[in-house]
Nanobody, 125 residues
Framework: QVQLVQSGGGLVQTGDSLTLSCTVS????????MGWFRQAPGKEREFVAT????????FYADSVKGRFTFSRDTAKNTGYLQMNTLKREDTAVYYC??????????????????WGQGTQVTVSS
């Protein structure tokens, strides 16, 4: 059984930085794609970023491109979302997810099979 456990998040101010972590446990296949999504109150869940676990190839939503960086430590089975220059509109519950099929450039959440528990990120002015 594959599980994704998230850590990080919290309350920060506009312009601050924050790092989210997502650790995969269980027996995942060796090749997969990890993604981050977020959901703000009253809004639909939206794509943030993906990373190819083997290649390290990343793909970002336009809204976070240049501010967020998705990296991974394959030895620790952990992905990291470094979020810089945070804005109030980044406030949301952030979810990591994992899929075996599809492309790094595909942002459809329906493709992701496993999900983390979610973590709140609140950016205040």
């Amino acid at each position: 059984q594959v599980q994704l456990v998230q850590s990080g998040g919290g309350l920060v101010q506009t312009g601050d930085s924050l790092t989210l972590s997502c650790t995969v446990s269980g027996r995942p296949y060796s090749t997969y794609i990890m993604g981050w999504f977020r959901q703000a109150p009253g809004k639909e869940r939206e794509f943030v970023a993906t990373i190819g676990w083997t290649t390290g190839t990343t793909f970002y939503a336009d809204s976070v491109k240049g501010r967020f960086t998705f990296s991974r430590d394959t030895a620790k089975n952990t992905g990291y979302l470094q979020m810089n220059t945070l804005k109030r509109e980044d406030t949301a519950v952030y979810y990591c997810a994992m899929k075996y099929l599809g492309l790094v450039t595909s942002a459809r959440d329906s493709e992701f099979r496993f999900w983390g528990q979610g973590t709140q990120v609140t950016v205040s002015s």
